[in-house]
């Protein structure tokens, strides 16, 4: 991730041109450590985004919407009370340091024109969002608070004077000098790389833009400093410097780098970005386009896989404890598939009662059962007598035989619910919105396996419901795959038409996926193009031949009392495919 000082710049350029001046007409906070203030300028409306994650803190100007909690949180509603209404009247950068001050001008209680600053701190866990009082450099309050037991060295505490974050001896880059350079070079270890000596020595640089200024200079990025040549020197001096001229004069080129492959975003720069070969640069005047672009898909992700750990740990515990209990009982299963053995246990002991003392072990006794009358060790128990021992093995038949009855019964019901639990976790994998995974949980809650109340099912009932996957196949069908249960089930009991095909991995945890016949014959291209799609949304995403079941949606039925998303179906014929990402990635998305 490149969001250095540099990308800061730029961001902070592109606001100066586009919200300088505006006012701030709301404030929202839809996560713990994220705000977001629209403001008005010239007619235009403008979301700017800001956050404090400890994985993705960043400040860009956002096109994207989120759903707000139906009570503000605290920090939210402190914002509102002293900027809503105000007017952005400053943005600027603390030298070339990822910490951004916004000026706000607005008028306080008393009806007397103020100047708050909020301050975006981007600093990987530490990132932070403060507001203070501008004239007396007070906090009034932060999204996190820092007290001493946290950190010693700064607190970010309401009424504590605010402190910028120290810069570790770090030059400032964009005065820096050649002197500078040679004094840092003969300062550091001399086996460091000299990508890092420049991140580590250089405010607001990253190792990505490191990487680049070695490249432009010709410079092996992980060479050590002791090694550098006098040339190298001037060259690396050269390049550095070049760099922060083109900083200091705006001079930017916003640029997203993709995979030629499979297009996956790679990273992202102010800057062009030449280090990389076999790779895409798109272009963009607009570095919050490029930051949205970036960061909208991965933020959501990660927040996704933090809400679901814990879910995912209690489902992994409960399908550890399923899969135990039914390796139990299909051991119990097989004991009482033996059970005739003590029937003729019992049989020999009463036949041969009179030859039979207390007190013995076992005795050897003709097996009239056999057709040869072959000889049989019986055991015994020699406490008791050769009728209570016939009667033991009679009582311990007509258990087992009970046993092996409901053991029967019992051995469907765990399987189910193991696949079960295993179709959660690839569900909650398969998750791409909060909203599926909370209608997850909300699955889980109604069926018991983790605890809730009742104000979360309200929470959720107004909600709308989540949207499965809707791809085009190459011949022009559309092909819909479910990432949850609820979708699963509403594609097969109610979008898909009686012909439409239904599509599922044979006796593997995946998703419901439907294709949309519309009264045709569905082509093999599109058919194999769906059997991917299943493959690939189920637990076998990582596996080779995967088998997937296909037959029309007319023979697939929900058992009645089965649980969401379980059906059985029949008639069915099976494809044999291997998901492959880059595949998957041609098929034409329509639901981004």
Same mark, same amino acid.
């Given at each position: 991730?490149?969001?250095?000082?540099?990308?800061?710049?730029?961001?902070?350029?592109?606001? %100066?041109? %586009?919200?300088?001046?505006?006012?701030?007409?709301?404030?929202?906070?839809?996560?713990?450590?994220?705000?977001?203030?629209?403001?008005?300028?010239?007619?235009?409306?403008?979301?700017?985004?800001?956050?404090?994650?400890?994985?993705?803190?960043?400040?860009?100007?956002?096109?994207?919407?989120? +759903?707000?909690?139906?009570?503000?949180?605290?920090?939210?509603?402190?914002?509102?009370?002293?900027?809503?209404?105000?007017?952005? $009247?400053?943005? @600027?950068?603390?030298?070339?340091?990822?910490?951004?001050?916004?000026?706000?001008?607005?008028?306080?209680?008393?009806?007397?024109? &103020?100047?708050?600053? !909020?301050?975006?701190?981007?600093?990987?866990?530490? +990132?932070?969002?403060?507001?203070?009082?501008?004239?007396?450099?007070?906090?009034?309050?932060?999204?996190?608070? #820092?007290?001493?037991?946290? +950190?010693?060295?700064?607190? #970010?505490?309401?009424?504590?004077?605010?402190?910028?974050?120290?810069?570790?001896?770090?030059?400032?880059?964009?005065?820096?000098?050649?002197?500078?350079?040679?004094?840092?070079?003969?300062?550091?270890? %001399?086996?460091?790389?000299?990508?890092?000596?420049?991140?580590?020595?250089?405010?607001?640089?990253?190792?990505?833009?490191?990487?680049?200024?070695?490249?432009?200079?010709?410079?092996?990025?992980?060479?050590?400093?002791?090694?550098?040549?006098?040339?190298?020197?001037?060259?690396?001096?050269?390049? !550095?410097?070049?760099?922060?001229? @083109?900083?200091?004069?705006?001079?930017?080129?916003?640029?997203?780098?993709?995979?030629? $492959?499979?297009?996956?975003?790679?990273?992202?720069?102010?800057?062009?970005?030449?280090?990389?070969? /076999?790779?895409?640069?798109?272009?963009?005047?607009?570095?919050?386009?490029?930051?949205?672009?970036?960061?909208?898909?991965?933020?959501?992700?990660?927040?996704?896989?933090?809400?679901?750990?814990?879910?995912?740990?209690?489902?992994?515990?409960?399908?550890?404890?399923?899969?135990?209990?039914?390796?139990?009982?299909?051991?119990?299963?097989?004991?009482?598939?033996?059970?005739?053995?003590?029937?003729?246990?019992?049989?020999?002991?009463?036949?041969?009662?009179?030859?039979?003392?207390?007190?013995?072990?076992?005795?050897?006794?003709?097996?009239?059962?056999?057709?040869?009358?072959?000889?049989?060790?019986?055991?015994?128990?020699?406490?008791?007598?050769?009728?209570?021992?016939?009667?033991?093995?009679?009582?311990?038949?007509?258990?087992?035989?009970?046993?092996?009855?409901?053991?029967?019964?019992?051995?469907?019901?765990?399987?189910?619910?193991?696949?079960?639990?295993?179709?959660?976790?690839?569900?909650?994998?398969?998750?791409?919105?909060?909203?599926?995974?909370?209608?997850?949980?909300?699955?889980?809650?109604?069926?018991?396996?983790?605890?809730?109340?009742?104000?979360?099912?309200?929470?959720?009932?107004?909600?709308?419901?989540?949207?499965?996957?809707?791809?085009?196949?190459?011949?022009?069908?559309?092909?819909? $795959?479910?990432?949850?249960?609820?979708? /699963?089930?509403?594609? &097969?009991? %109610?979008?898909?038409?009686?012909?439409?095909?239904?599509?599922?991995?044979?006796?593997?945890?995946?998703?419901? $996926?439907?294709?949309?016949?519309?009264?045709?014959?569905?082509?093999?291209?599109?058919?194999?193009?769906?059997?991917?799609?299943?493959?690939?949304?189920?637990?076998?995403?990582?596996?080779?031949?995967?088998?997937?079941?296909?037959?029309?949606?007319?023979?697939?039925?929900?058992?009645?009392?089965? @649980?969401?998303?379980?059906?059985?179906?029949?008639?069915?014929?099976?494809?044999?495919?291997?998901?492959?990402?880059?595949?998957?990635?041609?098929?034409?998305?329509?639901?981004?």
């Amino acid at each position: 991730m490149a969001f250095d000082g540099i990308v800061v710049n730029a961001v902070i350029d592109e606001l %100066k041109k %586009k919200i300088l001046n505006s006012k701030i007409d709301k404030i929202y906070q839809p996560e713990k450590d994220e705000i977001i203030i629209q403001v008005r300028n010239l007619g235009k409306n403008y979301k700017l985004l800001a956050s404090a994650s400890s994985t993705n803190p960043r400040l860009y100007l956002t096109e994207y919407s989120k +759903s707000n909690p139906s009570n503000p949180p605290m920090f939210c509603m402190l914002l509102r009370k002293h900027l809503l209404g105000g007017v952005i $009247v400053d943005i @600027k950068q603390c030298g070339l340091d990822r910490t951004i001050i916004i000026d706000i001008q607005a008028y306080d209680e008393m009806g007397e024109i &103020t100047i708050k600053q !909020l301050i975006v701190e981007i600093m990987g866990k530490h +990132s932070n969002i403060i507001l203070i009082d501008k004239t007396s450099e007070t906090i009034i309050d932060s999204i996190k608070r #820092v007290p001493l037991d946290v +950190s010693r060295i700064r607190q #970010v505490l309401p009424g504590l004077k605010y402190e910028y974050p120290p810069m570790k001896d770090k030059c400032d880059t964009l005065r820096f000098d050649k002197s500078q350079l040679l004094d840092k070079l003969q300062k550091a270890d %001399k086996n460091l790389a000299v990508y890092k000596f420049l991140y580590t020595n250089f405010i607001g640089l990253s190792p990505l833009i490191s990487r680049e200024i070695c490249f432009l200079a010709n410079i092996d990025f992980d060479k050590y400093v002791a090694s550098l040549s006098e040339q190298d020197i001037e060259n690396l001096y050269t390049n !550095l410097k070049m760099i922060v001229d @083109k900083v200091k004069k705006n001079n930017f080129t916003p640029n997203i780098i993709k995979n030629s $492959v499979n297009y996956e975003v790679f990273d992202f720069h102010a800057l062009e970005i030449n280090q990389y070969t /076999n790779m895409i640069k798109d272009f963009n005047p607009s570095m919050s386009k490029i930051l949205d672009e970036y960061y909208h898909e991965k933020d959501l992700l990660d927040r996704i896989s933090q809400k679901s750990i814990s879910i995912k740990k209690s489902i992994q515990t409960k399908l550890e404890r399923s899969l135990n209990k039914l390796s139990r009982q299909k051991e119990e299963l097989l004991e009482a598939k033996g059970r005739e053995i003590f029937k003729i246990y019992g049989d020999l002991i009463s036949a041969n009662i009179h030859r039979i003392k207390k007190g013995l072990d076992n005795i050897e006794l003709e097996n009239f059962y056999s057709e040869n009358l072959e000889k049989l060790i019986v055991p015994l128990d020699p406490k008791l007598s050769a009728s209570e021992n016939a009667q033991k093995n009679y009582k311990k038949y007509a258990k087992l035989k009970n046993a092996c009855k409901l053991l029967e019964e019992q051995i469907p019901q765990t399987e189910e619910e193991v696949l079960y639990l295993e179709n959660i976790l690839v569900s909650i994998e398969n998750c791409t919105e909060l909203q599926e995974l909370e209608e997850i949980k909300e699955e889980l809650i109604n069926e018991g396996y983790i605890k809730g109340t009742s104000k979360n099912r309200k929470k959720n009932i107004n909600k709308t419901a989540s949207k499965p996957h809707h791809y085009v196949s190459t011949d022009g069908y559309h092909i819909y $795959v479910g990432k949850n249960n609820k979708q /699963n089930d509403f594609l &097969t009991l %109610k979008l898909s038409a009686k012909d439409d095909i239904w599509l599922h991995t044979k006796n593997i945890p995946g998703s419901h $996926v439907i294709i949309k016949t519309e009264n045709k014959i569905v082509p093999d291209r599109t058919l194999y193009e769906a059997s991917c799609l299943a493959a690939f949304n189920s637990k076998a995403r990582q596996s080779q031949n995967v088998p997937i079941d296909y037959t029309e949606k007319k023979y697939v039925k929900k058992p009645k009392g089965s @649980k969401p998303g379980m059906v059985i179906y029949e008639n069915n014929n099976t494809i044999y495919v291997t998901p492959k990402r880059e595949e998957i990635e041609k098929i034409k998305r329509v639901d981004d």
